[in-house]
Each structure stands twice: as structure tokens, then as C-alpha cells.
């Protein structure tokens, strides 16, 4: 790993660090004339060394929580169904189908879980090294990225590591399939590689970015989209030929949603989404509500857009407005210990899910029932 990278890296956790920073002193600053009590840890990982404050009061400020003209916190309409806790961190999770899921963990694994009797019904085991991401092929096979810097391509039911892709020269950090079957990586080495799973070879690799490539999405024309940290967003042909380069935000791109043949939606670092005409490079809407990284993008209807976000929100906006219509999360006292935000967001049969990093997935019903 080159010195540019280290530094890179460096700085983006640092960042982190200064974002966790400010909430915590915002959270002491209400916490100072409040019915408060502090939880000391049982054990001392570095991230729970100085406990957590507890807000008993369930009163909790505008500033921490909500917008303007909006309603906020677990509506009648979005409640929290069910909470599943994986008992473990987890980097990514995606739905088989309407019953079950997949978890890719931090210890090498990648879990089965059965979404109505909330258990685990299978394990893969075959990475050297933290799964950070998954890709469902079919009903069959399902493809995972790991620190190990390899893709495995796995049979769901027989547990079967079917064969492992291997090119990259660092970690993986994103999975996309195309339209076309194939298979879309993105590293840590800079670099997009498109495989044919099923042969276990790689047909095109990207080179262009300048640092780690953050996410993937592809047009119905087959353009691929890409982002990086090196802030921007690569337009692609099918044979990996480079047709622009963008910077529509000032921050890197974490996740990508097209919503149709022209628009795109981005969010980013710096806590916003953008609405943009994939041709023109228009900015149509900025969304402005969240306070930290945006880490999720989502398309519930036509014009309505799921984002979620490192500040622990969930929020649905109008696309055509740009005006946030709802902010919805778990009702409970509010925990603050830096690592329980939102990485991923799901939907099936008016089920919003969303997975957070301490290892816990919430079910938030989308109907008004």
C-alpha cells in the first residue's frame, strides 16, 4: 500500500472521528441539565473505554433529531417492527428472498438467517479475512468480497464454495451484478474488475481512479457508474473505456440509486444527496437534513427516496421537491457509542430493513397499518 493511499485512509478515519466528536459534544451539551446516568462497560474494547451516556428523558431536541415541518421518530406509520441482533459487528447484509438473509461478518463468515424465526441456518466459511461485501446472482449463488483481497462465489444451500475470483491486489469493497450477468468489483487497489463468475475470469478491469472505489451502479444502457474517495465519479462503457469524469460533490460519493434513464441520486460524505441528469450533469435537488455521512440510497416509489445515514436516521424524501417527508428511527433512549450507524438499507413486502454496523438489522413497517 503506496504512502498517497495511507494518508488517504488516515484522514477519511479521522473524519470519522471529528463527525463521532461533535455528536458527543452535542449530546453532552443537552445532557447537562438532564436526568442522565452513566453506563460503565463490562469490558474495555477501545470504542466502549469511556461508556455510554444514556438520555432518561425521552425528550430529545430538535437538533439531534428532527427537520422542520416534518414528523419525526416512529411514526404511526413507520414503526419498528422487530430488531435482529446478530451478536456480532457485520459489514454488509442482502436479502435471498422473502424469508431469508445473508450477513457478512467480521470473523471471516457469511451467515444464513431466517427472517421469521430471527435464527441463523447456515454458515460459509472459506475467506482468511473480514467479509466486507455481497452480491445475490440468483436463486442459486451468491457472490462475497473480502480483506483477503478475494471473491467467492458460493451455492446458498449446499454451503459450497463454488470457486474463488481471484486479481485484485487489495481488499474488495464493492459487488454489483450488470444487466448482463456478469460480475462488477471495485477495491482498495483503485481499480473496477468485471467478471464471468461462472468461468472464474475477469473479462475487463477499469483503471482511472485515483484511490479505494466506494460503490458501483449501472445504467439500462450498461454505463457503469463509479465512485471514490478521490471525489469523483467515473462514467464507463461496457469495455471499460473512461467517457467522463464528474465531481458532482465536494466529498466522496458513498452510494449511488438511479432512479431512471436520466436521473441519478448520489450521497455523500459531506451529509448530502444529490439529484443530478446523468447527460447534462444538471444538479436538479439537494437534499440537506443529515448531519453525517450518507451511507444508503433507496428508491421506495416514482418520486419517493430512502436515504440513511452515519447520524442514525432514516429519511424519506420527495424526489420532484426535494423536501424530506418523513424521518423515522428505533424509539428508544438514545445511545451514543459511535458505531451504531446505517450501512444498507432492504425492502420486501412493505418491510423496510436496515442494517447497522454494531450487528443489529431493524424491520420498519412502510404501510399505514
Not at 441482533?85 to 447484509?93: A, M
Not at 465512485?227 to 449511488?256: M, Q, Y
Not at 436520466?262 to 439537494?286: C, F, M, P, Y
Amino acid at each position: 500500500m503506496d504512502y498517497e493511499t495511507k494518508s488517504t485512509l488516515v484522514i477519511t478515519h479521522l473524519k470519522n472521528v471529528k463527525n463521532k466528536s461533535n455528536s458527543l459534544k452535542n449530546l453532552l451539551s443537552y445532557a447537562k441539565n438532564q436526568n442522565v446516568k452513566f453506563i460503565a462497560p463490562k469490558n474495555l474494547p477501545i470504542n466502549d473505554l469511556f461508556g455510554s451516556l444514556i438520555v432518561i428523558n425521552e425528550k430529545v431536541p430538535n437538533y439531534l433529531t428532527s427537520d422542520n415541518n416534518q414528523s419525526t421518530w416512529n411514526s404511526d406509520q413507520y414503526k419498528l417492527k422487530k430488531v435482529v441482533s446478530i451478536n456480532q459487528s457485520i459489514n454488509d447484509f442482502k436479502l435471498i428472498d422473502r424469508q431469508k438473509f445473508l450477513v457478512a461478518s467480521k470473523d471471516h463468515t457469511i451467515s444464513l438467517w431466517d427472517t421469521n424465526r430471527n435464527v441463523c441456518i447456515r454458515k460459509y466459511k472459506a475467506h482468511t479475512d473480514s467479509v466486507f461485501c455481497l452480491c445475490v446472482l440468483n436463486e442459486q449463488m451468491f457472490a462475497s468480497g473480502s480483506l483477503d483481497n478475494t471473491i467467492k462465489i458460493w451455492n446458498v444451500n449446499l454451503e459450497l464454495n463454488v470457486r474463488t475470483l481471484i486479481g485484485h491486489k487489495f481488499f474488495i469493497y464493492c459487488l454489483k451484478l450488470t444487466n448482463s450477468g456478469h460480475l462488477l468489483s471495485g477495491s482498495f487497489d483503485k481499480t473496477i474488475r468485471k467478471w464471468d463468475y461462472n468461468r472464474g475470469e475477469c473479462i475487463v478491469i477499469y483503471v482511472g481512479h485515483e484511490n479505494l472505489v466506494l460503490c458501483l451502479d449501472e445504467t439500462s444502457d450498461e454505463k457503469l457508474l463509479s465512485a471514490s474517495i478521490d471525489k469523483t465519479i467515473r462514467i464507463w462503457d461496457a469495455n471499460g473505456n473512461c467517457l467522463r469524469v464528474l465531481k458532482i460533490h465536494c466529498e466522496p460519493v458513498i452510494c449511488f440509486k438511479i432512479l431512471n434513464e436520466q436521473l441519478v441520486a448520489t450521497g455523500s460524505r459531506d451529509g448530502k444527496i444529490k439529484i443530478w441528469n446523468i447527460e447534462t450533469e444538471q444538479i436538479l435537488k439537494v437534499l440537506e437534513g443529515h448531519v453525517n455521512p450518507v451511507t444508503s440510497l433507496m428508491q421506495l416509489k416514482n418520486n419517493e427516496l430512502i436515504s440513511g445515514s452515519d447520524d442514525e436516521c432514516i429519511k424519506i424524501w420527495n424526489i420532484q421537491t426535494g423536501q424530506c417527508i418523513q424521518t423515522f428511527a428505533e424509539k428508544k433512549p438514545r445511545s451514543l457509542d459511535g458505531f451504531y450507524y446505517i450501512f444498507h438499507l432492504e425492502s420486501v413486502n412493505s418491510i423496510l430493513i436496515s442494517g447497522h454496523f454494531d450487528g443489529r438489522l431493524k424491520f420498519w413497517n412502510l404501510n399505514n397499518s
